[in-house]
C-alpha cells in the first residue's frame, strides 16, 4: 500500500514545499527545477516529467512496456505511488479550466518526508550515497538484473562487496547463486550473512566474480578492491552505479570498464559498467609480474 500522505493544493494557490517552504509552482508557473533539496519529482497528467531526480520515468516505461506485451491494464499513478516511501508527502494540485476550454490539468509533486532531518542537504547526500539510513540510495536489484547476472555469472562465486544490509546478495541468493556479502561493518539488522572484511586485502577466490552495488565514493576503497580482486585472480568486476558516480568511483580502471545496456536493472536508472579484464591479464603476463595499480586519475 502507498505510504505517501496525498495533500491536495487548490487551483491557482502557489505550491511550496512543506519543508522548507521553497516556491515551487507560483504565479508564472513550475519553478526551476528542484526548487529545494526535497522534491524527488514533479509529474503532470500522468505522462510527462517535469522533474525526475530518482529515475522514475525510466521504470515507468518499462511497466508500461511489460503491461502492453502481458495485455495488461497499467496506470502510471499507482504504479508512481508504489515507489514511495513511509512519510513522504505528495502535493497535488488540480486546474479545472484551462485558457483552452474545460480541460483537467493535475500535477503531483514528490516531497522527500525525511530530508529534512538532515543538516547535510542534498549536496551531501549526492556526494556520499551512504548518507544515513535511506534507503533510497542504495541499489534495489530489478528482476531484469537478476535474469543477467544469471545468464552471465551464474556458475561463478559472487562477492557483494559493501553488501550493507545484505539487499543484493539477498536477492541473488534466492535466485540461486552462490555469494559472498562483505562488509567493514556488518549491521545487525541485515537481510543476509554479511561477514566482516576488508575487501582491499581479502583473499578472493580464483576465477570468482566481485561486483559494486552504489558503493560509498568518499575515500579510494573501490580503486584499492579492484587491485586486490584483480591479483587475486578474479574472472570479472562489475561496477553498478549512476553515470555522475561512476568515474569518481573508478578513477584510472574507468577506461578498463565497458558499459553493459541491459535496459531497467534497479530504482534509480543505474546502469551496469564490466571490467575487460583478459586485457588486463595479458598485459601483466608480458610485464611478468602482478598487475600495478592504475592511477585514480584519467583524462578523456
Not at 516556491?23 to 497528467?45: D, K, M, W
Not at 484551462?98 to 542534498?122: H, L
Request: hydrophobic share 35%.
Amino acid at each position: 500500500m502507498p505510504t505517501a500522505n496525498i495533500v491536495e493544493i487548490e487551483e491557482d494557490k502557489d505550491v511550496v514545499c512543506p519543508i522548507c517552504k521553497a516556491l515551487i509552482i507560483g504565479e508564472e508557473g513550475l519553478t526551476e527545477q528542484p526548487s529545494c533539496a526535497h522534491v524527488r519529482f514533479v509529474y503532470a497528467n500522468a505522462e510527462a516529467f517535469e522533474y525526475d531526480a530518482e529515475g522514475f520515468e525510466g521504470r515507468l516505461d518499462a511497466e508500461q512496456e511489460k503491461a502492453d506485451e502481458d495485455g495488461l491494464y497499467f496506470d502510471p499513478w499507482d504504479s508512481l505511488l508504489s515507489y514511495c516511501h513511509k512519510g513522504d508527502v505528495i502535493l497535488e494540485q488540480n486546474s479545472e479550466g484551462m485558457a483552452c476550454g474545460p480541460i483537467c490539468f493535475k500535477v503531483w509533486i514528490g516531497i522527500r518526508g525525511d530530508a529534512g532531518e538532515s543538516k547535510s542537504g542534498r549536496k551531501d547526500a549526492e556526494e556520499n550515497e551512504c548518507w544515513g539510513e535511506d534507503r533510497r540510495i542504495f541499489f534495489h536489484p530489478t528482476v531484469q538484473f537478476v535474469r543477467w547476472i544469471k545468464a552471465h555469472h551464474g556458475n561463478k562465486h559472487i562477492y557483494d562487496i559493501g553488501a550493507g544490509l545484505g539487499q543484493v546478495s539477498n536477492v541473488l541468493a534466492k535466485a540461486g547463486l552462490h555469494v559472498t556479502a562483505i562488509d567493514l561493518e556488518p549491521r545487525t539488522e541485515s537481510e543476509f550473512d554479511v561477514i566482516k572484511a576488508d575487501s582491499t586485502t581479502h583473499p578472493f577466490e580464483r576465477d570468482s566474480v566481485v561486483i559494486f552495488c552504489r558503493p560509498c565514493h568518499n575515500d579510494s576503497f573501490v580503486r584499492n578492491t579492484i587491485l586486490r580482486a584483480l591479483n587475486s585472480g578474479v574472472r570479472d568486476i562489475i561496477y553498478i552505479g549512476l553515470d555522475r558516480n561512476v568515474r569518481h568511483d573508478l578513477g584510472g580502471y574507468y577506461r578498463e570498464f565497458t558499459k553493459r545496456r541491459i535496459g531497467v536493472i534497479g530504482h534509480a536508472d543505474e546502469r551496469i559498467w564490466e571490467m575487460k579484464i583478459d586485457r588486463l591479464r595479458a598485459d601483466a603476463y608480458l610485464r611478468r609480474g602482478a598487475i600495478p595499480p592504475l592511477t585514480p586519475s584519467f583524462s578523456q
